[in-house]
């Protein structure tokens, strides 16, 4: 018995006039991208489309609906023009699939492909060769510093999350649970967290003086 399979896609968001035809090419393509990361419900793809490489975020389950996908969107379109390095999005795209009784929902989030590598990856390569690692370092506490400064936190800022550059400027993703906050207290424990991770993850201990002058660091770009 053939069951009849229907794919439906809608446009959510979209940033620029040729999203419709990358959205229609990914929502009605059957091979899969090259998958670079999966964790939960959510896969990172990397692909190429009409000469441009792309990163594909799809996320399934997590979701009560379009709210917190439209407000990742939103949030990191907001950071990104606000001077926040993160790879451009381009658009979202809802598919739903039904195939016989079954239904499944999804979203397609894409952005612009920016060269690199995660940082998590990049400590375990790298953490040898302190003058790197503390630079990276440096510039992702700035990078994070313009986040709070622009009254949001990220909420999960870790390594997994940035992504280091061939000239080790850091750029982040995955602002799905982002959210305004005003608050220095909340601020200044994300700081922590992600210092924390460091040392817990990757075996980075810094020295005191190394952790006063990130500490500095994050005030300055703070603007305290």
């Not at 959205?23 to 000469?51: D, H, R, W």
């Amino acid at each position: 018995m053939t069951h009849h399979l229907k794919v439906r896609w809608e446009i959510v968001q979209s940033t620029e006039k040729g999203f419709y035809k990358i959205a229609q090419e990914l929502a009605n393509s059957v091979k899969k991208p090259t998958e670079i990361a999966s964790t939960g419900s959510t896969v990172l793809y990397k692909t190429s489309l009409f000469n441009r490489e792309l990163l594909i975020k799809k996320s399934t389950g997590i979701l009560s609906g379009n709210e917190r996908v439209i407000k990742d969107f939103h949030i990191s379109w907001f950071l990104f023009k606000n001077g926040v390095k993160t790879p451009k999005p381009l658009g979202l795209i809802k598919v739903d699939i039904t195939k016989a009784l079954f239904r499944k929902s999804f979203f397609i989030f894409i952005r612009k492909w920016s060269n690199g590598i995660d940082l998590d990856n990049f400590l375990r390569k790298e953490g040898k060769k302190e003058g790197k690692v503390e630079e990276v370092i440096k510039n992702a506490i700035k990078l994070l510093a313009k986040i709070h400064s622009l009254n949001y936190i990220h909420t999960d800022f870790f390594p997994r999350n940035l992504l280091v550059k061939p000239d080790l400027s850091v750029e982040v993703f995955d602002f799905e649970h982002s959210k305004e906050e005003e608050r220095f207290d909340v601020k200044i424990d994300e700081f922590i967290r992600f210092i924390e991770s460091l040392r817990l993850f990757h075996n980075i201990n810094l020295s005191e003086v190394s952790l006063k002058y990130l500490t500095e660091t994050y005030f300055e770009e703070l603007k305290l």
